[in-house]
């Protein structure tokens, strides 16, 4: 045995870094003499690893005991990595003390779990140290700027030590390719873009030992990155032009060639077949688990199939899918993916009607979940887009309030959060509610103030805003959240400024502060102070609008004549059988009965007219004339009739009189 391990031996020492194969065959010849020669086992496990065959070397290490096991540790742990056993790999490898190889795969893993703190903070440790093998360092750099892109695209950029990219983050495309990344991610497109345009153009010296389809694969997912940036800029031409040059069956990796197929897809100006968009996603083939998406990436694709499933009007399953999963996470949330999911939950509701409509179909759900942010978010959004703006401040403010008499810390975190205290104040300025926003930002900075990571813009809003107050109270909130700032980041210059203002008017012991701050000279040697004064008072866009809209009312008033209404001119209305050559009939504006050629139809009806016509003389006038003339017995009774005691004649005036 002896004997056999000085053959392997030696043979190692003459092998070259190209020599795996006939490493791997020594070793098996070694291993037919001794199955339990450790140094043998040992080497064979290391040249299945430059073979890249990962379960191979896995399948030795397990029959090769608990004592390769502890020998091959770095080696476990880094086969159990690449064949996506990371949890496993990572554990094996945080045990290896003192091992920079150790630390490398432990990064690693951590990164594929999606725990980029760690990982970030393992590469800041190692960048710190000095490297034993060649480009090393440059290997941190790289994977240290994946891990910080990751981190800003989980919204935790505020452990990220660095943010802007540097002279070396321009070297290698990889470097570029990182920091592209790490700018989209905080939403700075315009910067995103010229980094992945001169990540293409970099230096690809790494790139000189592999085929040209190797270098394709290698630079189409920066392609993907970069359609991803023109349709978010709004760039559509561009957009279109570079999608008809991805070819998405060309990308080796199916997590890249699933996020190509979509940003194609994104990319058509119109979605024109709906129906074939939907299949296109859905038919994706499983990845094998060396090959996830990560958290983000898995979460904009369950979207992208929430709206393919709207377009093709499957509004029932969209309710289905979402409610299951808000359900297993009930709101309030800060998430952006579940608040997202509420959002599709409404528009499938509202079977994606929007305005009155809209806004009709989604109010009694939000009577059911009126701490659902995503739901109010698109409330409020419909009452804007209908030029309701008191609406929307009322049901914001309805939801805050829930959000207040809550009694869970969550929820708090949520009342406010920056993302929401931001909406508020934009609403309260469009109103012009100064002192809403006054009240709102002190609230937020004296809950947040108090807290160990405080969201710095938010401290930095509200503190620029109670400072201008003359209020006691206001001035002392103000120095207490520029102490904050002062102490968490000293070279700050807006806490810097901040803090001195805070304190002018209570101390003069910020003399010294205030020197280190830009002089006030270099700050206004730009101003034109004679076109300042010909300008006149700075208004604020409210008070201009007002303006503008009282003079536009008195020049109206003063040049503008009132005009007369006009009246409206009706449609002559002619008789079908009108000649203009017949005079028209006089008795035309008579009603029918009246006229002269009404003749009643029936016997009746004639009698009725003779006995009405005008001019005619009553039945009673012949008993009257022959009372008068003589017949004393009918005149007699017609005078006992009429009237008692009266006498023969008048007796008509008679009966007149008694009624009156």
Partial sequence: MTSEARTLAALLQRASIDDHEEILRACNASLKQSKKDLRSLHAKVVALLKLDRYEDALHVLEDGGESLKDEARLERSYALYKTGQLAEAERIAQRIDDDRGARHVEAQALYRLEDFERSALLYRELSQTHAIIDNEENDIRINGGAADAQLEWTSKGYLVHKKKPGREDLEAFELAYNAACASIARGELAQGEVLLRRSQGSDTSALDDLTHAEKVAELLPIQVQQLYVLIRLGKSEDAVKLASQITPKDITDGSTQQVAEINRIAASEQVKNPYLYHRIVNAAAPLPKTDKLFTVQLNQIDQDRLVLDLLISKFGGVIKSTNKTLSENPPPTTSSHLNSLSVLNAAAHAQGQLGKIGIKHMLPLLEKRPLDVGLAMVVIQLYMLTNNNGSAATVLESLLKHLENSTSAHDQDVRFAPGLVATVVSLYTLQGRRKQIKTELAKAATYWRH??????????????????????????????????????????????????????????????????????????????????????????????????????????????????????????????????????????????????????????????????????????????????????????????????????GGKAKSKKKSKK
């Fill in 451 to 648: 807290k160990s990571k405080p969201p710095r813009s938010l401290l930095e809003a509200a503190g620029l805003t109670l400072v201008e107050s003359s209020k006691p109270d206001d001035q002392a909130s103000a120095q207490d959240i520029f102490n904050v700032l002062r102490q968490e980041d000293p070279s700050s210059k807006i806490a810097a400024a901040g803090y001195v203002a805070a304190h002018a008017f209570s101390s003069t012991s910020v003399a010294g502060e205030a020197n280190t701050l830009t002089p006030v000279s270099r700050l206004v040697a730009d101003i034109d102070t004679s076109a300042l004064e010909e300008a006149g008072v700075l208004q604020s866009k409210l008070g201009l609008d007002a303006a503008a809209q009282a003079a536009a009312t008195r020049k109206r008033a003063l040049d503008e004549k009132p005009k007369p209404a006009k009246k409206r001119l009706r449609k002559s209305r002619l008789p079908k059988d009108y000649d203009a050559s017949k005079a028209p009939d006089p008795e035309r504006w008579l009603p029918l009965k009246e006229r002269s050629s009404y003749r009643p139809k029936g016997k009746k009806g004639r009698q009725k007219v003779a006995a009405l016509t005008q001019g005619g003389v009553e039945k009673g006038g012949d008993a009257g004339a022959a009372a008068s003339s003589g017949g004393k017995g009918g005149g007699g009774e017609g005078v006992i009739k009429a009237a008692a005691g009266g006498g023969g």
